[in-house]
């Protein structure tokens, strides 16, 4: 008699994996952003987060502010990139993951068998742009 393993409902369900986190997530109180879209170019894909105020003059007078630091590189951590860029409508926050670090990622959340939505985290996201904002000298 051949006794089959159980397999959970989970590892029966396989979800997919995606690389940038959804989810509207607050700054400082002062501003909140969430999963705009994906741009993919010939070495790197770019995750958008839209920026959208929640006490209008504070928020007002970052934008302000951080208009001479657009489309200004921030790399903290190899292989992704971080800058604030300009569109017709608003600001957005911009993270660029080289494929081979994309790759990378994929990779270790398949060898670790992860279970959540996305391979980075809001947190990550939250910490890169915190990181960015003090490097300008903008202050929230």
């Given amino acids: 008699m051949k006794i089959e393993p159980k397999i959970s409902a989970l590892q029966q369900e396989k979800k997919?994996?995606?690389l940038f986190p959804k989810g509207e997530t607050n700054l400082a109180s002062v501003l909140s952003f969430d999963f705009g879209e994906i741009s993919q170019k010939k070495t790197y894909v770019i995750g958008r987060y839209p920026l959208k105020a929640i006490e209008k003059?504070?928020?007002n007078e970052f934008c302000t502010n951080i208009t001479?630091?657009?489309k200004r590189n921030l790399g903290i951590?190899?292989?992704i990139r971080s800058a604030f860029v300009k569109t017709k409508d608003t600001i957005e926050f911009a993270v660029a993951i080289d494929y081979?670090?994309?790759h990378t990622l994929f990779k270790s959340a398949e060898d670790?068998?992860?279970h959540n939505e996305s391979v980075l985290s809001m947190d990550l996201i939250k910490m890169l742009?915190?990181?960015h904002i003090q490097r300008t000298g903008v202050v929230l």
């Fill in 16 to 18: 997919p994996i995606v």
């Fill in 100 to 102: 081979d670090k994309s």
């Fill in 68 to 70: 001479p630091f657009l």
């Fill in 112 to 114: 670790m068998r992860w």
């Fill in 57 to 59: 003059d504070r928020f």
């Fill in 129 to 131: 742009m915190r990181a």
């Fill in 77 to 79: 951590i190899p292989g």
